[in-house]
């Protein structure tokens, strides 16, 4: 008898999941510059991104961020565009949204942020360096980087006047 009911209560520890440890959704945070203006699409280095022409006159690209592992509803995030060969200063934004609540791998996303871009008829067919950073509770940043080719657009800007 002994041996049924020790095969039974580990059956039943199986199912209820009682006596394990639960295992953490992942094993570290991650953060992940993207882009997209309704949903994230994952950014790679030399990824074209074409400029948006603003209803009030001003230049965009769209900017997409996941992050996963971290707490908090609204993340502290430092957006950074400059052009790669860092020929001209960074403009830096700091900006602090509501993150969309997690998916089912636990990524929480913040979609369609109108990333500003500064002068863009000298950067349209140039490479961008488009960076999204986050404070850690440590004093250390965690960051994703891409450098992006810029495009013109559907209605690009005045050519460049250099």
Same mark, same amino acid.
């Given at each position: 008898m002994r041996p049924a009911r020790a095969a039974l209560a580990l059956a039943l520890?199986?199912?209820?999941?009682?006596?394990?440890?639960?295992?953490?959704?992942?094993?570290?945070?991650?953060?992940?510059?993207?882009?997209?203006?309704? @949903?994230?699409?994952?950014?790679?280095?030399?990824?074209?991104?074409?400029?948006?022409?603003?209803?009030?006159?001003?230049?965009?690209?769209?900017?997409?961020?996941?992050? @996963?592992?971290?707490?908090?509803?609204?993340?502290?995030? @430092?957006?950074?565009?400059?052009?790669?060969?860092?020929?001209?200063?960074p403009s830096e934004t700091e900006i602090r949204l509501l993150l969309d609540p997690a998916d089912d791998e636990g990524w929480r996303k913040l979609v369609g942020y109108t990333g500003i871009v500064n002068e863009p008829s000298c950067l349209v067919g140039e490479l961008m360096r488009v960076r999204v950073s986050t404070p850690m509770d440590d004093g250390t940043t965690m960051a994703s980087e891409r450098d992006v080719r810029v495009l013109g657009g559907a209605y690009p800007p005045e050519p460049c006047s250099e």
């Open positions: 520890l199986a199912l209820t999941g009682a006596g394990c440890a639960e295992a953490p959704p992942h094993e570290s945070a991650a953060i992940e510059l993207g882009t997209g203006s309704w @949903r994230f699409e994952p950014l790679e280095d030399g990824q074209e991104v074409e400029l948006v022409r603003g209803a009030q006159g001003g230049w965009h690209m769209w900017i997409s961020v996941r992050v @996963r592992g971290l707490e908090g509803d609204a993340l502290p995030l @430092r957006l950074t565009m400059q052009p790669a060969d860092e020929s001209a200063p």
